[in-house]
C-alpha cells in the first residue's frame, strides 16, 4: 500500500508538471534502488491521473459529451481528435523501440537534458492572445506531433504540447488548457493499451486503490499549480530542474 502511495505520488506531480512522468518512473528506482512499478501499477495510476484532469476540465469535459454539435464543441472534437492522430500512429508502431528506451534509463536521463533545453527556449517566444477556439487543423497537427515525441521516455508531454502551443501563438493559459486537454485521450489511451494487458496477466491488488487516490489528488493540484504559474512566468523555469535532475542521472547511471 506504501509502495502504491509512492508510485501514485510520483505519477501524479510528473504527469502534468513539464518534467516528464515516464522519465521520472524510469529513472527513480534505477538511481535509488527500487524495484520499478509492475504493469499493475502503472495501469491503474493513469486511472488517478485521467481522474485528475478530467476533473479539473469538467465543465468542458460534459460540454464535449452533452453537446458534441455544438460550434464551438464541434471545433474542439475536431482539433483533439487530428491532435491525438500522430501519438497513437507513433505508440503503435514504434512500441519495440519506446520499450527498449524505457529499459535504458540513461537514454531517459538524456531525454529529460532534452526536455529542458526545450521548455527553456519557450521563453523566448512571444506571448500570444490566440485561444483554443482560434486554434486550426494545422496548429492541432503541430501539438499533435509534439506529444507523439513526448512517447520518449523521459521527453515531458505536458512541456511539449504547452510549448508547441505557445509556438501557435496561444496565450498561455490557454496554451495550458489546449495541452491537458489534449491529454485526456492519450492518458485514456494508455491506461487501457496497458489495462488491456494486465488483464490477460490477471488482476491487480486492491491495495493499488490507493496509488489511484494519491495520483488523482497531487495530479490535481498539479494541474491548478502549472495553470497559476504558467500565467505569470510560463514553463521555462522548470527547465533549470531537468537538465540538472538528468545530468545527475546521466552521471550516476
Not at 510528473?14 to 504493469?39: C, K, Q, R, W, Y
Not at 500512429?89 to 523501440?97: A, E, N
Not at 488482476?203 to 495530479?219: C, N, R
Request: glycine share 12%.
Amino acid at each position: 500500500m506504501v509502495t502504491a502511495a509512492f508510485w501514485g505520488f510520483i505519477q501524479g506531480v510528473t504527469e502534468f508538471l513539464p518534467i516528464s512522468s515516464s522519465g521520472h518512473l524510469s529513472l527513480v528506482p534505477a538511481l535509488f534502488g527500487m524495484e520499478e512499478p509492475d504493469l499493475a501499477t502503472s495501469a491503474v495510476l493513469h486511472l488517478g491521473t485521467l481522474a485528475a484532469v478530467v476533473w479539473f476540465y469538467r465543465r468542458e469535459v460534459i460540454g464535449l459529451v452533452t453537446r458534441p454539435l455544438a460550434a464551438d464543441n464541434r471545433h474542439l472534437w475536431t482539433l483533439l481528435i487530428v491532435g491525438t492522430i500522430p501519438a497513437a500512429i507513433v505508440g503503435l508502431t514504434l512500441d519495440g523501440p519506446l520499450k527498449v528506451i524505457f529499459s535504458e534509463p540513461w537514454m531517459a536521463a538524456v531525454a529529460l537534458m532534452v526536455t529542458g533545453v526545450i521548455i527553456g527556449l519557450s521563453r523566448w517566444l512571444p506571448v500570444g492572445d490566440r485561444r483554443v477556439g482560434d486554434a486550426r487543423i494545422p496548429d492541432a497537427l503541430i501539438v499533435g506531433m509534439a506529444q507523439a515525441v513526448a512517447l520518449v521516455p523521459g521527453i515531458s508531454r505536458s512541456g511539449m504540447t504547452i510549448t508547441a502551443s505557445l509556438a501557435q501563438g496561444m496565450g498561455r493559459t490557454e496554451a495550458a488548457r489546449f495541452a491537458f486537454l489534449l491529454g485526456i485521450p492519450a492518458i485514456a489511451g494508455a491506461g487501457l493499451i496497458e489495462g488491456l494487458d494486465l488483464i490477460d496477466r490477471g488482476g491487480f491488488e486492491p491495495s493499488l486503490l490507493v496509488g489511484v487516490a494519491v495520483a488523482a489528488i497531487t495530479g490535481y493540484a498539479a494541474i491548478s499549480f502549472l495553470v497559476r504559474l504558467i500565467a505569470r512566468t510560463g514553463i521555462a523555469p522548470y527547465a533549470i530542474y531537468c537538465i540538472l535532475f538528468g545530468l545527475f542521472a546521466y552521471l550516476r547511471l
